[in-house]
């Protein structure tokens, strides 16, 4: 009964607008995936059970926690991250209202935070406080109080 | 002999709010984390840890796991040095070897639920996982005492066999109080007779977890120089290196500890867990080894704040002055001695000008997990109660509570209750800033229709703030920038303030110094980003540093100016001659010029720093009680601090608001809920209830500057003070609102209802 | 965490042929938020987790004039997001939208909920006050069992080896109805109700008299407890029906509600306040469910 008595399973998704595939134990989750197949450790692991966000990532137009998210189950799916938020040409918006605005201090919920904002202002584009906290309330941050990171994605509403 | 500096009016980058230099990595994702780590041939490894909280290990089998495929190595207590009876310098001073050991790997008993036992490295994670399963320990379970009056309870369980107490000075053995100390000043009793109003109150709360949201985690590799290498995230890579090696029994040079970015600490990242057990399974395979803690372990194993008993007592006479006040602390010092009472002892009445005190302080053993640190560590517990009871005279009285605050705060000159005698401290100013402030002079809005009952507290808190030893080092490159190396590793923003600093005397841009956070090989001896210490005496290092490198470059301009060094003048990034005004280049143009003068331009500075002089902070809460299910919600919070000098104003105010909402989430939810077999109920983020942003308003800011005398820029510690006053601040809202006064925390909302049944019947 | 195969069938035979086969060492997952989080606490071991979300009448919303009727596997905001929905079914979008956060409503549904068979579940007692019905296909055919039958004890429910709930479907509410679910916890979100309560009122033409009501408690049993209903009887003891809307009628619900309570004493909450809040919350949901009726008279 050891971990390799399953076979791995292929999975092909696009991460981040990249189609790529690879080979993961079925009981995976995206998380580890992600960090540990993919590379991409932006996404954070903060509980593992889907209460503090800092997994956050999108999937087909959702955020989700990936932590909560079979690795398999991004077949056919498309997956963005915090490291696709950035393009070539500058930040994103939030990212750049979050460091105006110090919304930021030891930064390990901060991609978790800024995919979930960006999930918001994708489909709400002038949320109000009440709604941006709402929001972001599968979201634990344990340094700020919160306060700037609400500013930075009201600023990064308006901009 | 400790320098002063007269405060300057005007600075060209402190006070600035610049982007910190290590912000694009932290919202791209880029940055490296501790459990980001990745390395060649690197395996994982986990711990099998108790699941009783108290237990004689009386057998551990570890063939069934070493047989499973994939498995690499086991470690237990017996790999780990065995030094009976020997003291141990972990940089907190000496501490019993064994017991420091046990608490990285139990040998004979298990003191708490998720105490490890022993660990497993395998080629992945989950193989991991399920290996420490197959590990068959025998334990015989002993009954446990998880807080303060079980374990002083005449039949309690003895924790610690070897332990002798210390009962203010005589020894006792077979007992679960480590230490029971005290502090007077005047005759208390004599005191409390020409007070009209005494009011004593005793307060119990609950064990709290710091709650940040990265686990603890270590990589580790032993190479066959046996030579160790540890990446981790930590608050203090040399604490780490002095921690681990003591721990090994290795010279410490043997070590290399690389921080890497760390998700958050507040105390709790100053303690090691994982490093030497890595250590061990990596000499053990071969291989470097990764070991990551979950939640679970976080919460049941990790170094939480101290619940206790503070039992306060204040007399007042009718001018409004305090004569006379006394307490007594009890804290949990979890499974070893060593909780945060002594600092708890400076900081009960640290904010009052108080003639006749005494203070007494107990530390206790029980079976939960040695507590560590925890934000101005000890001062919210007592504040809670030091300033519920405050609250309680002035209305007894009817005095206004800034005023009462105002008339009898400490101020320079003041004995603190333990000893101390305060120098420049900014307690008054912020005081005055509260009662001018927007928030205090808002009329409380009438109670809303919903039924909800609303209320204002207030609360004043303390901290102490240390100094100690940090270094930085300097180096100019040819475009001018400067690179800054700092051993103070960046929790909250201190790359910046102490880039700013350097800045601020080169006369540069808060850009054009680089700070890099290196290694235990490349800087000098760093203590702790803790204490509120790293703005402050890093700073104070940059400081130095930065006019050691002035005073280079000087030499420098001189010699291509073929002029005598003392004819250098430099100010505001310029240096000149002093005698022929065409003579002048600034910092960035000296720069480009160093080819021919005698390589690389670099400085050092290093501190060692007693005092750090005192914060003070004044909280006032807004909030609204549903009498009925006894909710409580924050609508309205606003601190008032004294930073000395805000360097970087927008990391202020996030100190200032970070540490405002962990004590709010102390004060209302946040609790260890030990069930009856000593086991913590409520290990998740589900369960253990930290603020949300929902559960919150906007956090309003008012930094009062009384600068420090004693750092060349002001500056005061910021990160501690802002915790102390919430849970006061909202008890006495939360009175202010529906009558009743909590003596608990967290002030949950089914006691809310309880307390207004009680009061009501 | 015990390795497991993953199986993403497409139609619902090839499901319950995979849960028939692994028996109780398999569970479906649509959102998978408890089932994997239990997984990893090790609450039990698994060998086989079948993803229903391939499986389109698993996915599936109908909303017309017999009622609503939706897949197992449709997740919250696929509910709260249709303002048809939400304009006809408050009560059971009061639970939906107050699941979780935003990540975990993107997968959690209420199909998970029901099957989940938590006591504290938000999602059942809705679906209770609504009258609704779990339609379940297994190997030896298709069953419906009414929402306040299925649930047998904290994690279990009536599904037989093999058995999957495809739908869940509620009758349309006529006029004069109206429901309400509200919870007490002590954040704002990401929590576990202490107390939850869902009423829903059946008021005659003119508003002011009850013909029906239901009244349905989580987190204060064993199961989600129909207020006045033995589960697997005929027989059911309406709280309301006949009296006249008043503050007095309320109350005496709210009392009747806090003696069909039977809570325990843990870190959530004790047993003394989760009936009080039983009280406190039957007398709101009730109050908010008049007021819904009244607005669809």
């Known amino acids: ?89 500058g930040l994103h918006p939030l990212q750049q209202a979050f460091l105006e605005e110090a919304a930021l201090q030891c930064g390990i919920c901060t991609p978790g935070f800024l995919v979930a904002a960006k999930g918001l202002l994708d489909n709400e584009p002038d949320p109000d406080e009440h709604r941006i906290r709402h929001w972001l309330a599968g979201n634990l941050c344990r340094c700020t109080g919160y306060d700037k990171i609400v500013r930075a994605v009201e600023k990064a509403a308006k901009a | 002999m400790v320098a002063t500096f007269e405060p300057k009016q005007e600075y060209r980058v402190i006070g600035t709010r610049p982007i910190r230099h290590d912000g694009y990595d932290k919202v791209t994702g880029r940055a490296i984390y501790g459990a980001d780590v990745k390395m060649p041939g690197m395996v ?405 229709d919903n039924g909800r009952k609303r209320g204002r507290g207030i609360a004043a808190g303390y901290w102490f703030n240390v100094g100690l030893k940090s270094a930085v080092n300097l180096s100019v490159n040819e475009d001018g920038v400067v690179s800054l190396v700092e051993g103070s590793t960046d929790i909250g923003g201190t790359r910046a ?132 299910t006894g909710k409580t919600d924050v609508t309205r919070y606003t601190v008032v601090q004294d930073a000395g000098k805000a360097i970087h104003p927008a990391y202020v105010e996030g100190q200032m608001q970070g540490g405002a909402v962990q004590g709010i989430g102390w004060a209302l939810n946040e609790e260890y809920y030990m069930e009856n077999d000593g086991v913590m109920a409520n290990s998740t983020f589900l369960d253990y209830r930290m603020p949300t942003s929902l559960d919150l308003p906007n956090i309003e800011t008012i930094i009062v500057e009384v600068p420090n005398p004693i750092h060349p820029f002001g500056v005061r510690g910021v990160g501690e003070v802002p915790i102390a006053p919430p849970l006061a601040t909202v008890a006495n809202a939360i009175h202010d609102a529906v009558g009743v006064r909590l003596l608990e925390t967290p002030m949950k909302a089914g006691n809310i209802v309880e307390a207004l049944e009680k009061e009501n019947s | 965490m015990h390795p497991f195969e993953y199986v993403a069938p497409t139609s619902v035979e090839g499901a319950v042929k995979v849960l028939g086969e692994h028996g109780e060492r398999a569970r479906p997952i649509a959102g998978g938020t408890d089932v994997l989080v239990q997984l990893r606490g090790g609450r039990y071991e698994l060998d086989a987790i079948v993803d229903v979300k391939n499986i389109p009448e698993l996915m599936q919303i109908r909303n017309d004039s017999d009622g609503l009727e939706f897949g197992a596997a449709v997740a919250c905001y696929q509910l709260y997001e249709d303002p048809g929905i939400s304009a006809e079914y408050p009560g059971i979008i009061d639970a939906a939208s107050l699941i979780g956060g935003i990540q975990i409503q993107s997968r959690a549904g209420l199909g998970g909920n029901l099957c989940n068979a938590a006591p504290s579940a938000d999602g059942i007692g809705p679906l209770i006050v609504y009258k609704a019905v779990a339609k379940i296909t297994g190997p030896n055919g298709s069953r419906e069992v009414a929402v306040e039958d299925f649930c047998t004890a904290p994690g279990r429910t009536v599904l037989q080896r093999g058995e999957l709930v495809v739908s869940i479907s509620v009758p349309k509410p006529p006029k004069g109805f109206g429901a309400a679910y509200e919870r007490f916890i002590p954040r704002n979100e990401m929590d576990i109700a202490v107390a939850g309560v869902a009423s829903s009122v059946q008021l005659d033409s003119s508003g002011h008299t009850f013909e029906a009501s239901r009244i349905a408690l989580a987190s204060v049993g064993p199961t989600p407890i129909l207020c006045g209903y033995e589960p697997g009887s005929s027989g059911y003891d309406d709280p309301l029906a006949g009296k006249s809307v008043s503050e007095d009628s309320i109350a005496a619900a709210g009392k009747l509600a806090r003696g069909s309570a039977s809570p325990i004493n843990d870190m959530r909450g004790t047993i003394e306040q989760r009936r009080h809040l039983v009280d406190v919350l039957t007398r709101r949901t009730i109050g908010l469910a008049v007021e819904r009726a009244r607005a669809a008279l």
């Open chain 2, 497 to 628: 303030s102490v880039a700013m600093q350097a800045a601020e005397v080169l006369g540069l841009e808060a850009h054009e110094v680089r700070p890099v956070v290196a290694d235990t090989e490349s800087i000098g001896y760093t203590d702790v980003t803790g204490g509120s210490r790293v703005c402050y005496a890093t700073g104070y290092a940059a400081f130095i540093a930065a006019n050691n490198l002035a005073d280079e470059m000087k030499k420098r301009a001189a010699m291509l100016w073929g002029i005598d060094v003392s004819d250098v003048h430099f100010q505001d990034g310029v240096f000149s001659s002093k005698t022929d005004p065409e003579l002048n280049l600034h910092f960035r143009e000296l720069a480009g010029k160093l080819g021919d003068t005698g390589g690389a331009v670099t400085s050092t500075g290093s501190v060692d720093l007693e005092d750090a002089g005192g914060g003070f902070g004044v909280h006032i809460a807004d909030v609204d009680v549903d009498p009925e």
């Open chain 1, 1 to 89: 009964m050891t971990t390799k008595t399953v076979r791995n399973v292929h999975v092909r998704t696009t991460i981040n607008g990249q189609e790529m595939e690879f080979l993961v134990p079925p009981y995976m989750s995206l998380l580890d995936a992600l960090r540990e197949v993919v590379g991409l450790t932006g996404t954070k692991e903060g509980c593992n059970d889907g209460n503090c966000g800092a997994c956050t990532v999108d999937l087909d137009g959702r955020i989700v926690d990936s932590c909560l998210v079979l690795a398999p189950e991004a077949e056919g799916k498309e997956v963005n991250t915090i490291e696709g938020m950035a393009t070539p040409q």
């Open chain 2, 44 to 448: 994982w490894a986990d711990a099998l840890r108790s699941p009783h909280a108290h237990a004689i290990i009386k057998s551990v089998d570890t063939s069934e796991a070493e047989s499973l495929p994939g498995v690499l190595a086991v470690a237990t207590a017996a790999d780990m040095p065995a030094l009976e009876g020997k003291e141990v310098d972990l940089g907190e001073g000496t501490v019993n070897f064994k017991w420091a050991s046990d608490n990285i790997l139990a040998s004979d008993k298990a003191l708490y639920a998720g105490h490890v036992i022993a660990a497993v490295a395998a080629i992945d994670r989950n193989t991991a996982q399920e290996a420490i399963k197959r590990i068959e320990v025998e334990y015989e379970p002993l009954p446990s005492a998880t807080n303060v009056a079980e374990a002083l309870a005449d039949d309690a369980p003895v924790l610690l066999l070897d332990l002798q107490g210390n009962d203010l000075g005589e020894k006792v053995s077979n007992t679960n109080m480590a230490a029971h100390n005290r502090h007077e000043l005047g005759n208390p009793e004599k005191g409390f007779e020409q007070c009209s109003l005494i009011v004593e109150r005793e307060f119990t709360m609950q064990m709290v977890h710091q709650g940040y949201i990265e686990p603890h985690n270590a990589t580790a590799f032993w190479d066959e120089e046996d030579r160790i290498r540890i990446w981790t995230s930590t608050q203090g890579a040399f604490p780490v290196r002095k921690q681990t090696a003591g721990l090994l029994d290795l010279d410490e040079s043997r070590l290399k500890v690389t921080p890497l970015e760390i998700g958050g600490g507040f105390g709790g990242k100053i303690p090691v867990y994982l490093e030497p057990i890595a250590a061990i399974l990596s000499r053990k395979s071969g291989r470097p080894v990764k070991m990551v803690m979950d939640r679970k372990n976080v919460f049941e194993a990790t170094g939480p704040a101290p619940g206790g008993k503070v039992r306060v007592k204040i007399g007042v006479d009718d001018n409004g002055k305090i004569i006379a006040a006394t307490s007594d602390i009890y804290f949990e010092a979890g499974a070893y001695p060593g909780s945060a009472v002594g600092a708890a002892e400076q900081c009960v009445f640290a904010c009052y000008d108080i003639p006749h005190t005494r203070i007494d302080s107990y530390d206790v053993v029980v079976n939960k997990p040695k507590s560590a640190a925890y934000r101005a560590p000890g001062s919210p517990q007592v504040a809670m109660a030091t300033e519920s009871v405050v609250d309680e005279i002035c209305e007894k009285k009817g005095w206004d509570k800034i005023d009462f605050r105002l008339k009898n705060a400490a101020k320079e000159g003041t004995r603190r209750a333990d000893g101390p005698i305060y120098p420049r401290i900014g307690l008054i100013e912020t005081l005055e800033a509260s009662q001018k402030s927007p928030h205090w002079n808002a009329p409380l809005d009438p109670d809303p």
